[in-house]
């Protein structure tokens, strides 16, 4: 099939959504246009890639200044800045031009991705109203960015995020309502999410509501390592460092769990990996027994060496990426309730489960302490993954939501 693939950022190994669908949809067969945005160079650059497998690659840039503009003037309307964050005409028109051609349509679906593109999937809609061969539209809008706003609010560690959420939190529940009757299908990536949605004030979903479509994870690229590489007493923190949430958890694992397993392992280590840290995560540098790496080349040495891979998550949405990855590697993984919310991994077995900061440090040292359970709680992780994640079987999914639509 011949599919337009819409993505308000450039997608790559921390965008690993739209970019692992967009390979696995073109190894399949399929037509696929990809349109993005980009903001840096390095974005720009990665996005080349794209031009060797699909069927075009339009890349236009959204300066940091442009989206700075559009939430200026965004502040005073009831439209929220996430809506109008990635705006650039420019891009909207070529995206016009695409689909208002005047032959049999050149697309057979359209699906466009997050809260921040769902603006152009309006557009759009908008060029082919009317049209006798109208093209479905899917907007996966990932998470419902309303519930994460609502957990930051109150959760965040950072002053701006928490002020910045509520000031965001109605109108973003107003317009996520909204949207989930202007799709033919609306996507989420957990279950949670879609009973965020359907619980929306004036939400009115369109039949049975948003559909959902979970993460995968590169089973061939995040792979188990030697075990005899494992370094004992590490510990590894993953994520994109400027992200609240992960700001949040970063400084939560660091200033209320951590202490305690220091006491306890006086020799353990904490590796926290992730582009852009925040200044209070890179503060967090400060202690000898933390590292803060800041952007790293690849993330998998040290999922690969770690002894155990933490996610102590105080709120989020959707699925989170770093556990897959970890549990991948077959590193044994301790989070908690709300990291792993969106899987379905059997706690105690395939991953460990605690809330409490003294419970999930106990847990953190017994596993430093116990090699043998380690073993076989990463390979639990990884067994599930692979019967769970792949990317194969999401992608499969995927292309039936597609092949119903076309059908009707």
């Known amino acids: 099939m011949r599919i337009l693939y819409v993505v308000p950022y450039a997608p790559n190994l921390i965008r690993v959504r739209p970019y692992n669908f967009i390979r696995q949809l073109s190894q399949r067969g399929h037509q696929v246009t990809v349109a993005a945005l980009w903001s840096e160079a390095w974005e720009r650059e990665g996005l080349e890639e794209f031009e060797a497998y699909c069927e075009q690659l339009i890349a236009v840039r959204v300066s940091k200044l442009r989206s700075g503009w559009n939430c200026l003037r965004a502040l005073p309307t009831s439209t929220p800045l996430q809506a109008v964050y990635s705006w650039q005409p420019s891009f909207a028109e070529r995206l016009k031009q695409l689909v208002a051609r005047n032959e049999s349509p050149p697309f057979d679906v359209l699906h466009i991705e997050h809260l921040r593109g769902a603006s152009y999937g309006l557009a759009l809609k908008a060029v082919l109203q009317g049209s006798p061969r109208p093209i479905p539209v899917v907007w996966d809008s990932v998470d419902c960015i309303s519930h994460l706003f609502r957990q930051a609010a109150t959760r965040s560690r950072r002053p701006a995020s ?3 959420t509520r000031l965001e939190l109605s109108r ?12 033919e299908r609306v996507l ?4 949670l999410d879609r009973q965020a949605f359907l ?3 004036q939400a009115a979903a369109n039949g049975s509501g948003p559909m959902v479509v979970a993460n995968g994870v590169d089973l061939s690229y995040f792979s188990p390592g030697d075990p005899s590489e494992r370094k004992p007493g590490a510990i590894v923190l993953s994520g994109k460092m400027s992200y609240h949430a992960n700001v949040s958890m970063a400084l939560h694992f660091a200033n209320d769990i951590f202490p305690a397993v220091l006491e306890a392992e006086p020799e353990a280590k904490l590796w926290i990996v992730g582009k852009n840290p925040s200044a209070s995560v890179r503060a967090l540098g400060r202690s000898p027994s933390i590292v803060v790496t800041g952007e790293v080349e690849d993330l998998r040495p040290y999922l690969r060496q770690a002894s155990v891979a933490v996610a102590p998550v105080t709120y989020g949405a959707g699925i989170q990426n770093k556990v897959l990855e970890a549990m991948a590697c077959a590193t044994p993984v301790v989070a908690t309730s709300a990291a792993a919310r969106a899987l379905e991994a059997d706690p105690g077995q395939e991953l460990i489960l605690a809330d409490e900061p003294l419970a999930f440090a106990a847990n953190v040292v017994s596993l430093l302490r116990d090699p043998k359970r380690r073993r076989s709680i990463g390979d639990a992780g990884r067994a599930y993954a692979e019967r769970t994640h792949s990317w194969g079987k999401m992608t499969a999914r995927l292309e039936n939501i597609y092949d119903e639509l076309i059908a009707n």
């Open 162 to 164: 928490r002020w910045l």
């Open 172 to 183: 973003t529940q107003k317009f996520e309502a909204q949207l989930l009757n202007q799709f």
């Open 199 to 201: 619980d929306l004030p």
């Open 188 to 191: 989420v990536t957990s279950s």
